[in-house]
Nanobody, 112 residues
Framework: QVHLVESGGGLVQPGGSLRLSCVAS????????MGWYRQSPGKHRELVAS???????NYEDPAKGRFTISRDNAKNTVWLQMDNLRPEDTATYYC??????WGQGTQVTVSS
C-alpha cells in the first residue's frame, strides 16, 4: 500500500510562491495519474492539477497560468509549484494517487 507524504506548505504573502512536494513510499507512482487537490473550511475537496503517468498535465481554472505540476517517477515524487498566490488559494493541499490514495495534507495560507 502506498504512503503519501506532502510537505512545503506554509504562510506566504499574496503574490508569493510555494513549492509543495509529495513523496510516495511503499509502492510506485509510476503507472498512475497523480493529482493535487485542496480543501478549505466549508468547501468540498477540489482538484487543482493532475499529471498522467506519461506526463500530460491538466489544470483546473484556478490553477491555470499560476501553478505547475511535475513528477519524477524515479524519485516517486510529485511537485506543485505555486506562483502568484492569492488569499483564495488558502487551503489544505492533498496529494493523491489515482484519486484513491491520499496523503495527510499540507496547509497553505496566503495572507498579508
Amino acid at each position: 500500500q502506498v504512503h503519501l507524504v506532502e510537505s512545503g506548505g506554509g504562510l506566504v504573502q499574496p503574490g508569493g510562491s510555494l513549492r509543495l512536494s509529495c513523496v510516495a513510499s511503499g509502492d510506485t507512482i509510476s503507472f498512475y495519474t497523480m493529482g493535487w487537490y485542496r480543501q478549505s473550511p466549508g468547501k468540498h475537496r477540489e482538484l487543482v492539477a493532475s499529471i498522467a503517468a506519461s506526463g500530460p498535465t491538466n489544470y483546473e481554472d484556478p490553477a491555470k497560468g499560476r501553478f505547475t505540476i511535475s513528477r519524477d517517477n524515479a524519485k516517486n515524487t510529485v511537485w506543485l509549484q505555486m506562483d502568484n498566490l492569492r488569499p483564495e488559494d488558502t487551503a489544505t493541499y492533498y496529494c493523491s494517487r489515482a484519486g484513491r490514495d491520499w496523503g495527510q495534507g499540507t496547509q497553505v495560507t496566503v495572507s498579508s
